[in-house]
C-alpha cells in the first residue's frame, strides 16, 4: 500500500471503544491514521442485551465507523480483517494479502467470550459479544415460544418453555433478567395456549455468588433481585456438558429449550500474533506502563486485549478502560513526536453496575454502594449519556421509554431459519 504523506502513520486496529476513541484523540492532528476493522460498524456492547431480547433494534445500538470518524481529514477507515503481522518491516497482514505499513500501531481487537475448549458447545449455546449474537438470541427465545405454542395446538398440552443461562457474571445476570421480564410481562398476553409467565428461566453459576467480581452484600441482592423476577438461580453448580435440548449440570442432566452462555473471556489471537507476553486464562497481552509492549516502543495494546496492573489491581476489561487507554496510547504518540517523554497510564475507576430485569441494578462506585431503581437510573445515566453519540442516544432513550411505560417490546421479528438452533428439537 502506498503511502498517502510523509507524516508519521499510525495503524489502529479495532474499531470497539478503545479503537474509536484512539482514532479520535488522534484526528485532526499531525499524524497519518488508518482504523482497520472487519466490520463497518461500532457496536456499544453495554446495549446488546436490549437488542437479544427485543427492546432495541440492531442500528439503535451501533454506529458506522466511517460515519463516526467523517470529521477527522487525516483518518481513513479500512474494512479488513488483520490476520497477523511483520514487525520487522512494520507491516500489518490482512487476511487477503494486503499490507498495511505503519509507523505506530494501536492494537484494539476486543475479546471474545470462550468456551474453555470445548468450542463445540457455541452451536448449542450462543454467547452475547456482537449484533449478530445479539440477533441468534432473539430468535432463539422468541422462536422458543412460538414453538411451544404451536406444539400445544398440536398435543392440546402446553408445556412451559425452559432457558437454561451459563454463567452468573454481568452478561448472565442481564440475560436471565430480561427473559424472565419478557416471559412474564412482555409477552404474557400474546399467546392462547401456553402461559408464557410459566417460563423457566435457570442460571447456573459456578462460584458461591452471582456478579462475584461486586461487593458480596451487593451481589446477594442481585440474587435476590433475580429471584423475585422468577429466575432460579443455582450457585455451586458447574455446567458439564451441552446437548441439544439439554445441559449437564454436575451429575444431573436438565432438559431446556434454549441455552445461552454468558460467561468466559478469551482475548483476540492478535496478541499471540504480536509474539507478546500473555497472561492468565484470558490470554491477555501485558503491557508497560506506557501502554506499549515490551521490546516494541511503536506498538500499544489498549483495551480488552491489555492486561495493565498497578498498585490498585488488574484494570477491568470495560468499556471506559478501553476509552482511557485510548486517550494515553494517543497521547504517548504525540508526546514522541514532540520529543517529550511518554506518560504512565492511570485508571480511574467510575464504578461498576449490572442491570437486573427491566428496572432494577447494582452499582459499585467508590464506597458507595447500592442497589435497585436508582442504580438502574444511573446505569442507564452512564450507558446512554456517556457511551452513545447523540443521534443514537435520542433513538436509545426513545425507544426505552417507550418499552419502560408501555411494557411493549419493538423489535419481535423472527428472522432467519426456524428449523436451526437449540428449539429444533420441538418441531
Ligand atoms: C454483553 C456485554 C455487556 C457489557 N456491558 C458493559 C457495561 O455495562 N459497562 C462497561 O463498561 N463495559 C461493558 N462491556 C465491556 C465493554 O463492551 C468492553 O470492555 C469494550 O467493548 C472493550 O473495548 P475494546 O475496544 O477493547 O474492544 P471491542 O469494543 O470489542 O472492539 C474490538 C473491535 O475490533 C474488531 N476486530 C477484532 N478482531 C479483528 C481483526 N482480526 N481484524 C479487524 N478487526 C478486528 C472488532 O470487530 C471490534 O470492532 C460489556 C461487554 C459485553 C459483551
Not at 135 to 153: G, N, P, S, T
Not at 268 to 273: F, Q, T
Not at 327 to 345: G, V
Not at 387 to 394: A, E, G, K, M, W
Request: aromatic share 8%; proline share 4%.
Amino acid at each position: 500500500m502506498k503511502r498517502q504523506s510523509n507524516k508519521p502513520k499510525v495503524v489502529i486496529i479495532g474499531g470497539g471503544f478503545g479503537g474509536l476513541n484512539a482514532a479520535k484523540a488522534l484526528g485532526n492532528k499531525d499524524v497519518e491514521v488508518i482504523l482497520i476493522d472487519r466490520k463497518n460498524h461500532h457496536t456499544f456492547q453495554p446495549l446488546l442485551y436490549q437488542v437479544a431480547t427485543a427492546v432495541l433494534s440492531p442500528g439503535e445500538i451501533a454506529l458506522p465507523i466511517r460515519r463516526a470518524l467523517h470529521r477527522y481529514k487525516n483518518v481513513e477507515v479500512v474494512l479488513g480483517e488483520v490476520a497477523g503481522f511483520d514487525l520487522e518491516q512494520k507491516n500489518v497482514h490482512l487476511s487477503d494479502g494486503a499490507q498495511i505499513p505503519f509507523d505506530y500501531l494501536i492494537v484494539a481487537a476486543g475479546a471474545r467470550h470462550c468456551y474453555f475448549g470445548r468450542d463445540e458447545w457455541e452451536a448449542e449455546a450462543p454467547g452475547l459479544k456482537t449484533i449478530e449474537d445479539a440477533l441468534e438470541i432473539r430468535r432463539r427465545v422468541l422462536l422458543a415460544f412460538e414453538l411451544a405454542e404451536r406444539k400445544a395446538v398440536i398435543t392440546g398440552k402446553p408445556e412451559p418453555v425452559v432457558f437454561a443461562v451459563v454463567g452468573g457474571g454481568p452478561t448472565g445476570v442481564e440475560l436471565a433478567g430480561a427473559i424472565a421480564g419478557i416471559a412474564r410481562e412482555t409477552l404474557a398476553e400474546d399467546f392462547k395456549l401456553i402461559d408464557t409467565r410459566n417460563a423457566r428461566v435457570l442460571l447456573f453459576e459456578h462460584s458461591p455468588n452471582v456478579l462475584a467480581t461486586f461487593a458480596e452484600s451487593l451481589s446477594q441482592k442481585a440474587e435476590r433481585h433475580l429471584r423475585e423476577l422468577g429466575v432460579e438461580v443455582f450457585t455451586h453448580s458447574l455446567v458439564k456438558e451441552i446437548e441439544p435440548g439439554r445441559i449437564k449440570v454436575g451429575e444431573e442432566w436438565i432438559k431446556c429449550d434454549v441455552t445461552l452462555w454468558g460467561t468466559g473471556v478469551s482475548a483476540s489471537p492478535l496478541g499471540k500474533a504480536l509474539g507478546a507476553e500473555l497472561v492468565g486464562r484470558a490470554s491477555k497481552v501485558r503491557v508497560r506502563a506506557d501502554l506499549s509492549i515490551p521490546n516494541h516502543q511503536n506498538i500499544f495494546v489498549i483495551g480488552d486485549m491489555a492486561f495493565f496492573e498497578d498498585e490498585n489491581g488488574v484494570v477491568p476489561g470495560v468499556a471506559t478502560a478501553a476509552m482511557q487507554q485510548a486517550t494515553c496510547a494517543a497521547r504517548n504518540i504525540l508526546r514522541d513526536l514532540k520529543r517529550e517523554s511518554r506518560q504512565a497510564f492511570k485508571y480511574v475507576n467510575k464504578g461498576s453496575m449490572a442491570t437486573i430485569g427491566r428496572h432494577k441494578a447494582i452499582a459499585q462506585i467508590g464506597n458507595w454502594r447500592f442497589s435497585g431503581f436508582v442504580a438502574w437510573l444511573v446505569w442507564m445515566l452512564v450507558h446512554v449519556v456517556s457511551l452513545i453519540d447523540p443521534h443514537h442516544r435520542r433513538l436509545v432513550l426513545r425507544e426505552w421509554l417507550w418499552s419502560y411505560f408501555t411494557n411493549q417490546r419493538g423489535v419481535r421479528l423472527i428472522t432467519g431459519s426456524v428449523r436451526s438452533g437449540t428449539t429444533e428439537a420441538r418441531l
